[in-house]
T-cell receptor, first 112, second 112 residues
Framework: SQQGEEDPQALSIQEGENATMNCSYK?????LQWYRQNSGRGLVHLIL?????REKHSGRLRVTLDTSKKSSSLLITASRAADTASYFC????????????FGAGTRLFVKA | NAGVTQTPKFRVLKTGQSMTLLCAQD?????MYWYRQDPGMGLRLIHY???????AKGEVPDGYNVSRLKKQNFLLGLESAAPSQTSVYFC???????????FGSGTRLTVV
């Protein structure tokens, strides 16, 4: 089973609205990362939040981390059509060395 | 431009054929990874390397081999391709396991 699982699987909103995606994980982590993938392209790193941090901002992105609930959320404010992409959370897991494990992703569609 | 370069971008193989996917990075990263991405499965780690001359198995290593003879290159080999290996393959690199990954643009492989 996946270490990180995103919710919802798909999200469709109007341009200008906020988009919230959630990620839950099972085991203790060192940090959690969010990535974006445009159709047919590689993943692009958006933001990293460490286990001792609760909130982090980067432009229109806001990430929260609740280690007691083993969950994280990614908020994109004032969404744009260009934000249409899949968003993945990635968590570190210890398995004979730290490895980053990706969830299945949330597909976001922003309608102009 | 600095980054991760994957070749080829597309390939069609017949069952039983062999091929090598090449990944090159020019950021002097120690860590390199090979992932496969299948619909609804997220990214799954095939093999990874923590430095020149080292390799280690990931989550789904069967049917693949890798080599890291030079720090900047990480090769993924399929000795006898099977239809189950039809997927999109991504290479990534990072300074350490704790920092954001830089991904290549992917190789779409179809095995018929």
């Amino acid at each position: 089973s996946q270490q990180g699982e995103e919710d919802p699987q798909a999200l469709s909103i109007q341009e200008g609205e906020n988009a919230t995606m959630n990620c839950s994980y099972k085991t203790s982590i060192n940090n959690l990362q969010w990535y974006r993938q445009n159709s047919g392209r590689g993943l692009v790193h958006l933001i990293l939040i460490r286990s001792n941090e609760r909130e982090k901002h980067s432009g229109r992105l806001r990430v929260t981390l609740d280690t007691s609930k083993k969950s994280s959320s990614l908020l994109i404010t004032a969404s744009r059509a260009a934000d249409t992409a899949s968003y993945f959370c990635a968590t570190d897991a210890w398995a004979g060395g730290f490895k980053t494990i990706f969830g299945a992703g949330t597909r976001l569609f922003v309608k102009a | 431009n600095a980054g991760v370069t994957q070749t080829p971008k597309f390939r069609v193989l017949k069952t039983g054929q062999s091929m090598t996917l090449l990944c090159a990075q020019d950021m002097n990263h120690e860590y390199m990874y090979w992932y496969r991405q299948d619909p609804g499965m997220g990214l799954r780690l095939i093999h990874y390397s923590v430095g020149e001359g080292t390799t280690a198995k990931g989550e789904v290593p069967d049917g693949y081999n890798v080599s890291r003879l030079k720090k900047q290159n990480f090769l993924l080999g399929l000795e006898s391709a099977a239809p189950s290996q039809t997927s999109v393959y991504f290479c990534a690199s990072s300074w350490t396991a704790l920092y954001g990954y830089t991904f290549g643009s992917g190789t779409r492989l179809t095995v018929v």
